[in-house]
């Protein structure tokens, strides 16, 4: 089986610009999480879909947005773009819930 | 809140010495407990986890054991190789049928390994 996949793997953007990022999740997998990678805060959770419905979310602002796809596929959209916006963001899937969560690889956002 | 304190690192060892990592919890209920592993560049992969008291995982020659007296799981390899050489997170995730499921994050543990 494929593993979880995320577009783009890295990515470019200055202040006040907008973002969407995409992520695969593993076929029959019905739960998508995104999850925020920062050298100084660490991971932190940013929310979780499931069958197209945002479940929980993350303490994060309202910038922050995502969706969930017929097809399980997800993205998440970051508006007006900050410096600290700079991280790896990485999107696990999982069958269910609970359940064990696997991750992709990330896609690298740098904010200039 | 729930949360997971792992020890700092970085740890650097040789090839073939006794590898732990220290980790313990703080949760309402009863969370499942994971080791999840990150090599440069890449994304994160489960290596173990354990669901309930007593519970050993066990992967790759890594095991870990859940203990709830003490709320800890700590990670332990007998002989490391230099391929083991990675940052280590513990996390755990409690929750169910989709309320509050989500995984909470030590702040993870840099592994060198040396030849």
């Known amino acids: 089986k494929a593993g979880v996949t995320q577009t783009p793997r890295y990515l470019i953007k200055t202040r006040g610009q907008q973002v969407t990022l995409s992520c695969s999740p593993i076929?029959?997998?019905?739960?998508v999480s995104w999850y925020q990678q920062t050298p100084g805060q660490g991971l932190q959770f940013l929310f979780e879909?499931?069958?197209?419905?945002?479940?929980n979310k993350g303490n994060f602002p309202g910038r922050f947005s995502g969706r969930q796809f017929s097809n399980s596929r997800s993205e998440m959209n970051v508006s007006t773009l900050e410096l600290g916006d700079s991280a790896l963001y990485l999107c696990?899937?999982?069958?269910?819930?609970?359940?064990?969560?696997?991750f992709g690889p990330g896609t690298r956002l740098t904010v200039l | 809140g729930d949360s997971v304190t792992q020890m700092e690192g970085p740890v650097t060892l040789s090839e073939e010495a006794f590898l732990t990592i220290n980790c313990t919890y703080t949760?309402?209920?009863?969370?499942?407990l994971f080791w999840y592993v990150q090599y440069p560049g890449e994304g994160l992969q489960l290596l173990l986890k354990?669901?309930?008291?007593?519970d050993k995982g066990s992967n790759k020659g890594f095991e870990a054991t859940y203990r709830k007296e003490t709320t800890s799981f700590h990670l332990e390899k007998g002989s490391v190789q230099v391929s083991d050489s990675a940052v280590y997170f513990c996390?755990?995730?409690?929750?169910?049928?989709?309320?509050?499921?989500?995984?909470?994050f030590g702040k993870g543990t840099l592994l060198t390994v040396n030849p």
């Open positions: 076929s029959g997998h019905r739960s």
């Open positions: 949760a309402t209920g009863y969370p499942s």
């Open positions: 996390a755990l995730s409690e929750g169910s049928g989709g309320s509050n499921y989500k995984l909470t």
């Open positions: 354990a669901t309930k008291a007593d």
């Open positions: 879909y499931f069958s197209e419905t945002q479940r």
């Open positions: 696990a899937s999982s069958p269910g819930s609970p359940d064990t969560q696997y």
